[in-house]
């Protein structure tokens, strides 16, 4: 949730990771730091990593600017999956619960933290030692599993948010080339643009892959902070630009459905909760407060700001175009040569976020591997799985070009079980034994059920759509753009 986290990045996210460390040098290093890099898009640490302590103001930007990556782009999409009504609704509630959760995994953090004398405790230690101080012997025994559960989870989500980012590129490129011919300076002039035909939009995600295998054998983070920093501002930019063209003639909504299917209401689930998991970067943020006491109720007013601006950029996109919503509302923009240009500013923002994103695994992975060979041999390997990642990212995208589904399937899959599954249950384990209120236990279960709910329909949902769309691979994202 996620240039700022993420690593994030990204919820969708270009998000800016914190907590940096020097990448382990062995397994067992991995196993015993269980590096900031996990809890997080990579893009939340490039400009903290000097900083010994953040302002609450600061600490609020990162937060807000951590959620804004390509999720927020589909949330008019996911607005008209769900209803007109009944989108917004969600997304409010949706906001709410996870913030509940933020919240519930920085209080576990601090208790362990304080119990254990640590000066910072990151996802996976907290949930490690939630399961240590459960009732359980089962699951007091296999405690080490559940940093395993966060590292899998955080290794998917990244790396699903690298495939997101590949079909993104794929599809605004595509567009802007495809409408060269037809764009103009005036940006009020009614007409029907014809797109010229281009080459598949797989080859436009081939053509992307030498740029990101160079992006990614960059293994200094500081040489990254220069792409963090340019991937920010070009966002920034044209999310402005995009925000003052949807808030203008906004037909007669009256048309549009208040609740839609409940067919599609998964494929809403998937994007919204895709957009909102940033909970991993809450830990590293907290622990970079000068104050940390204040932290709680930054995290509120952050989550607030966030929900309000998802709320209103779902709508009003929805609104704006009703039902010729595109999976990126980027794709909806008419073709004059400042609207394309927010879609080339946002082609080079991903791409740059494209190694921060990749940067969380690759410090995941890489580590192990290469603990497990000779010196010799450590160099090589280390190239050699950075290559094959991002070549399985690429080869993901190609077989799923279909922007929508991939960002449900991954918010579905992973952002949820990060996000809404995890934290209840480890509230339940860290003071079940201590006492805790029926109301409390039925909260945190009710929670988890839902997310898990989520997580099965939503997973099971885009990949029906995917089978029913008969031909995934033929895909084509051509938009013209009809005033």
């Known amino acids: 949730m996620p240039v700022t986290k993420s690593a994030r990045e990204p919820q969708g996210t270009v998000d800016l990771k914190l907590d940096l460390r020097s990448p382990p040098k062995s397994a067992k290093k991995l196993q015993s730091k269980d590096s900031s890099f996990w809890d997080g898009r990579p893009s939340e640490s490039p400009g903290l990593e000097k900083t010994k302590g953040i302002t609450a103001f600061q600490t609020l930007v990162h937060l807000v600017k951590g959620n804004m990556g390509t999720g927020i782009l589909g949330l008019p999409l996911a607005v008209k999956n769900a209803g007109i009504l009944m989108g917004p609704l969600s997304l409010l509630a949706m906001g709410f619960i996870s913030c509940h959760c933020m919240h519930i995994l920085v209080r576990c953090a601090q208790r362990f933290c304080h119990r254990l004398n640590k000066p910072f405790m990151d996802y996976g230690d907290t949930v490690m030692y939630g399961l240590e101080a459960s009732p359980s012997t089962w699951l007091r025994t296999h405690a080490h599993w559940g940093r395993s559960i966060v590292s899998f989870f955080l290794i998917v989500t990244q790396l699903g948010f690298c495939c997101v980012y590949v079909v993104f590129l794929a599809d605004n490129l595509k567009q802007v080339v495809e409408a060269v011919n037809g764009t103009t300076n005036n940006c009020h002039y009614n007409e029907t643009v014809i797109l010229t035909p281009t080459m598949d939009s797989r080859l436009y995600m081939l053509s992307f892959l030498p740029f990101l295998v160079l992006l990614v054998l960059i293994r200094n983070l500081r040489v ?73 109720a930054i995290l509120s007013l952050g989550m607030s700001i966030i929900t309000a601006l998802y709320i ?30 927010v879609k080339l500013l946002y082609v080079v923002g991903i791409l740059c976020t494209y190694a921060l994103q990749f940067y969380v695994p ?16 450590a160099l090589p390997l280390d190239l050699s799985i950075r290559l094959a990642m991002v070549c399985l990212t690429c080869a993901l995208a190609i077989l799923i070009p ?9 918010g579905s899959v992973s952002s949820s079980a990060l996000a809404l599954i995890i934290p ?22 009710l929670i988890s059920i839902l997310g898990f709910v989520g997580f099965v329909t939503g997973t099971y ?6 089978i029913l769309s008969g031909h995934p691979l033929t895909f084509s994202n051509s938009t013209a753009f009809i005033q």
Do not use: H
């Not at 690759?362 to 041999?377: D, G, L, N, Y």
């Not at 249950?425 to 236990?441: A, K, V």
């Open 424 to 445: 209840p249950l480890l509230e339940i384990t860290t003071y079940y034994s201590e006492g805790m209120s029926p109301l409390t236990i039925a909260k945190d279960t």
């Open 312 to 341: 209103g950029i779902g709508s009003l996109g929805y609104l704006r175009f009703g039902d010729d919503i595109k999976a990126s509302i980027t794709l909806n923009l008419p073709n004059c040569w400042l609207y394309q240009s």
């Open 362 to 377: 690759a410090e995941i992975i890489i580590p192990f591997a290469t603990s497990q060979v000779s010196k010799r041999w």
């Open 224 to 296: 990254l902070t220069i792409f963090s920093m340019l991937a920010n501002i070009s966002m920034l930019v044209s999310l402005m630009i995009i925000t003052q063209y949807i808030v203008q003639e906004i037909p007669d909504p009256s048309q549009l459905p208040l609740i839609a299917s409940w067919k599609t209401y998964p494929l809403f689930f998937g994007t919204a909760i895709f957009s909102f998991e940033s909970i991993g970067v809450v830990l590293p943020l907290e622990n970079k407060m000068k104050d940390a006491r204040r932290f709680p």
């Open 461 to 466: 949902q885009a990949l029906d759509e995917l």
């Open 402 to 410: 279909r922007l929508d589904l991939v960002l449900s399937l991954v």
